[in-house]
Structures are given as C-alpha cells and as structure tokens.
C-alpha cells in the first residue's frame, strides 16, 4: 500500500472515531437532530416497506444446514438399507455420512456455490457442484480403502449414494433457484436501501445498480436537505422524499436495510454532519465509492455486484447473531421461570392481600427501533396512583410506593414478568433497559438531555444491561446519570457477543444487593 494509501485509509478510519467519539460523549454536535413528521407520501412509500424480508445471510445458511442433513440421512439410509454393505456398528455407519456430508458442505463453500448469485442459477455452477460431489465421494471411498472396509457391496453403496445425492443435489439446486428468483420478485428477500444524497452522484449510482445482473437492492428512495436546484425532486425515476430529519422517522416506521450515502469522499464534512444524524438508526450505513478517485485496500470495501462500498457502520447484532441471542434469550428465560416461579407466585400473593388493584402492571415504553411496546411488571404502587406515562419517575420514600412494592423493586422482583416479554420477543434478557415513552430527567425528556439517546434502541431492550450490574439504575436526577447509562448501553452494542451476555446475567443477582439506587 502506497503513502496515498495509507493517508485515504487512515482518513476514513479518524471518519470513524470522530463519530463515534461524538456517540460516547453525547455532545460536541453541530446541531440537534429531532426526527419531523414525514409527508403523506414518504409514508404511503414507507408503508410498502412495512412487512418484513429474508435476510441473505440466514437463508443461505438454512439452505447450507438443508444440504448437510439432507446428505447425511441419503447416506445413512444407503449404508443401512443396502444389503452387505459393511458389518460397522451404526455410530461408525452414521459418523461417515456426517463426515462425507461436512467434507460436502465444506467443498461447495470453497468453491463458492453458497452466494446468492450462485444459488440464483440453475445451471451454470452444476458441473462445479458435481466436481465437488464426486471429488468427496471419492475421498470417501480412498478412506474406505485405506481402513479395508472395501468390497463390492461396499463401491455399490458408495455408487448408490453418490447416485442418489446427485439426484439430490440437482433438485434442491433447482428448488432454491425458483425460490430466490420468486422471493426477489415478491420483494420477500431483497435489500431495502435508500439513498441519502441526490443530483448527480446518486443518478450515477442508481444507473450502475440497476446494470447489476444479480442486484438483490431495492431502492426505496431518496432523501437529501439540500433544495430542488442542486437535487431535483426525480432522480433517475425514483423521488425524493424529503430531508435527513425526515429520513430517521421514515426508517423507524419501515423495514430498511441499507444507508448509501452517495457523496464524494471529498465532502468529509458533509458526511461527518450526516453521519451524526444518521448513527442512531440500526441499518448498515454505506459510502458508495464507485466514482470515487482514490482507491483503498480490497478489504476496506464491500460490495454490491461490482459496485464497490466503504463500510461505515454495520447493523448491530445482525444475520445468525440475532439468531444465537434469540436462542440465548429463550433458553435462559425458561430456565429463570423453571427457578424463580414459587418467588413470583408468593410475590403475586403478597400484592393482591395488601392493596387494591390488579396484581401486573403494564406500561408503555421504547423497544427495538423507537417501537412502543407493552412491557409487564408486578404492580408496586397503589392502583391509583400509578404512573403509566413513567413521566413522574419515583423517588426515595415515594408515597405512592406500597410497602409490598418497596421490598420488590429494591430487590428488582417487580422486573420478573418481563420474562413474558422476552418470550414474546418483545425484550431480551440482555440489553439497554427500556426507559417508559415520557420518561424525563428533571424536566426534560431524555432525548434532549443525551445526543445520540435513540441510538440505544439499535438493539432489542433487555430485562438487565451493563449500565444496570455498573450501577446505573434508579432515578434520573441529575443529567449526568442518563449520559453515563447512555454511555454503557452504546459500550454494550458496540462489544456485544453471547459471553457478554452471558456475563451480564450472572452478575445481574450479585449487583442486585447494592440498592443505593433502587427505590
């Protein structure tokens, strides 16, 4: 890599740090963003763009699990049903199907069969996925060979399996082509990306997109604050639909993928202006570099097709990471109920003999991306003089605390039914707390009081978090309480991973015996 290289490499990452430095700190920006109204249109647009899509990522995956199962029981039944065709016990029988089928599912992602592209054609890539089946069966058979279990009953089962599974190679191959091909269609599994940025250099990139032959990106639109003369109100067919501000409403209400911010990277400054506004929304956040002079290492770039992108931000907690934590969060949750019922039975119990009212308490708060869901908690105040807005947070000594409600929310007892949410999917059992829709410091909503606030719903809600086991829970009185909580939240997303999770859940009882703040 050459000096110009590396200046342009190390430009893009101080690109990085300063936004991100600005995301810890919470001030220093330029301006305030708050997310305006969209117009009439963008929502009967962002309407469209509602449901929800398949990603590439798990769909290839369960399509790599499908082949691998599928082998290994063709093989399995081959060894079992052919007569003569060894005297090995069954595990010995079902441990070389799995092996021929992983050696399988590993020569076909070596040979690149496993993309979407590849997975999209019917025909051209079968001789490859042949040479792969015939190359593994025959590794088979020389492994055979070379722990004497080889006899004719033995090369007619190889011969029927290898037989079999390419009969089932070409179906599945067939099957998956017809449903890529009817899913892009359907708009089921695409790329919902807009573009950020109009006039010339998005015209551009929307022509070269479009020239793409396996271009899985859907254009929803385009968003830009600069006026209708140095971005006109069409670009190359699609509309703009309004400014940046607008643009964060409209991915919250929508299913986006993708940012491409289509700027020269001349214009730091006007991409560091965008990309504090923009950091907070959970999608990818790409710097299209398709007319872009300078060049960076290949590693620097993703791509779409061709076109060649800098990655900027990526979705947090994305593709089979959000599969991995669903299961975590499912698994975990049972597990806690399974322990902890006889606590939240007793603790019903003691609630309905004290006071008057119901025993759960519901109230609405800020979930993944800005949604407001329902969250469940035992009630602890009294029936009326509860809070639902969560605008008046309690204090010490609260009198609208009940004596049953004082012990369970020092001890966080009241927290359990969220158990419930996170089965229903609402929260996981690891993530920023959720904070109730009004919920102020002071007098000010906390959105005011933090840049970048909404930046902690990039990611699920959880029932415990970092900020919570380090001691930032409890009320906000003083501004500084919500900045720092803000803080280990992006910390959390930023370094997320299972065992970060699963560190948080041990600790989460022992960090519960400091009641300092919990009242």
Known sequence: MNKAEKSDQFDLEALRKQVSDINRRGEDADEKVRPEPINTYARQIAEQFSAGNRSPAIIIGQFRLFEFVSQFLIGLLVYLLWPGSGAETLSARATAAAAIAALLVFGLQTADTYSIPALRTRMRLLPRVFGVWTLVLMIGTAASVLFGNVGWPQVQAYIAWFIAGAIF???????????????????????????????EPAKELIRVLEQQADNDIRI????????????????AGYPKLGTVAELVEFVRITRIDMLIISL????????????????????????????????FRPRAYSRIGSVPMLDIFNKPIRDWDSVAKRCFDIFFALLALAFLWPIMLATAIAIKLTSKGPVFFRQKRHGFNNEIINIFKFRSMYADKGDPTGRAAVTKGDPRVTPVGRFIRKSSIDELPQLFNVLTGDLSLVGPRPHAVLAQAKDRPFGEVVEGYFARHRVKPGVTGWAQINGWRGEVDHDDKIKFRTAYDLYYIENWSLWFDLKILLLTPFRLFNTENAY
């Open 169 to 199: 190679l070409l179906a599945a191959r067939f099957l998956i082509a017809y449903g890529i091909r009817n899913w892009s269609r359907n708009g089921v599994m695409e790329r919902r990306a807009v573009i950020v940025g109009g006039g």
């Open 220 to 235: 929803c639109g385009i968003f830009d604050d600069r006026g209708e003369k140095r971005s006109p109100i069409m670009v």
């Open 264 to 295: 020269p990277l001349s214009a730091e400054a006007r991409i560091l202006q965008l990309l504090k506004k923009l950091w907070v929304l959970p999608v990818d956040i790409r710097l299209a570099a398709h007319a872009n002079r300078l060049r």
